[in-house]
């Protein structure tokens, strides 16, 4: 949670702490799109309230919009952990997929636990979270990443946007179209949401039955199946390509006994989680169209399924 300073208890310092603190949200969903990581989100959104109580409350005063100037400082925080982290994330073991959110009552703090939690800790779920959006996002440079964002998604000005990227306006404007040509070369007719639910459905009636050939069946051809454990556990090393090739592995693994899969929703979309004596282990996010699986993605790190624990 944001830090209150003691001098905030009333007045104008506890207005202006209201309205700062009011844009948590925003900062969440603006730095999780960004980052594709709500651990490091969290940090960017704690790092820019900490830069706004560092000022003093006379320069905290001169801030014509304070929202602007948080959405200013995340957004360039963000755009600092992105250079970064791509060093980090090619010294990854095996493949990197973006942390999997659940829907909003499956968060620790909601409806099944009693609602603790605050929901500006919450991510809106929409097509700007799918996991094939995200992973699209994560192929693009810092810069790309962060001008699409603030712009496409979020609707920022291009003025907004080079002060924000140190780009010129015209600048930023081409990287957002070069974002915009991976995000539609991407993309397949979105098939209905009942029809995405009942694929994933078969699917993991497919999985636990062993069924080969109806695994064959739900898969598209040149479907491609990636794992992430992060060196924590054991996962695929590299992606495993074709219909056949996935569902052999698939059916192949050997379920341990006490693991469940179910069905959930991830980043807004059907997908699936499995739980080991009642702590989830895995969240398997799909990307479908016309009726069958294209991308299959399963997170087995633990460090990117904090949010799918309970209690």
């Not at 829907?103 to 939690?117: F, R, S």
């Not at 699917?203 to 069946?217: M, R």
Request: glycine share 10%.
């Amino acid at each position: 949670m944001t830090p209150v300073p003691a001098a905030a208890e009333d007045g104008p310092l506890h207005a202006e702490h209201g309205a700062v603190t009011g844009e948590r949200r925003r900062l969440i969903n603006l730095a999780y799109r960004m980052l594709g990581s709500l651990a490091e989100a969290e940090d960017v959104v704690q790092e820019t309230y900490t830069r706004w109580y560092a000022m003093s409350p006379r320069e905290r005063e001169a801030v014509a919009s304070p929202g602007g100037w948080l959405n200013r400082v995340a957004g360039r925080v963000c755009l600092d952990v992105l250079r970064s982290a791509r060093a980090r994330r090619e010294r990854y073991v095996g493949e990197w997929i973006p942390e999997p959110l659940p829907a909003p009552t499956e968060w620790p703090g909601g409806a099944t636990d009693g609602g603790t939690t605050d929901p500006a800790d919450r991510v809106t779920l929409d097509e700007s979270v799918s996991m094939a959006f995200l992973v699209v996002l994560e192929s693009m440079t810092p810069a790309e990443r962060v001008a699409f964002v603030l712009h496409d998604v979020f609707r920022y000005p291009f003025s907004e946007v080079a002060d924000i990227v140190g780009r010129s306006a015209g600048a930023c404007r081409q990287l957002a179209s070069s974002a915009r040509r991976r995000i539609d070369a991407s993309r397949a007719p979105a098939s209905p949401t009942a029809e995405r639910a009942r694929v994933v459905r078969e699917f993991k009636q497919a999985w636990e039955a062993k069924d080969i050939p109806a695994l064959v069946g739900l898969l598209d051809p040149e479907a491609t199946a990636v794992g992430d454990g992060g060196g924590l556990v054991t996962a695929l090393l590299h992606p495993i390509e074709g219909a056949e090739s996935i569902a052999r592995f698939f059916a192949g693994r050997p379920l341990p006994g006490g693991l469940t899969v179910g069905e959930c929703t991830v980043n807004g979309q059907p997908g699936l989680s499995a739980q080991l004596d009642g702590v989830v282990v895995s969240v398997y996010a799909f990307d479908i169209a016309d009726g069958r699986i294209r991308r299959v993605w399963g997170v087995l790190n633990p460090q990117k399924l904090g949010p799918w624990k309970t209690g």
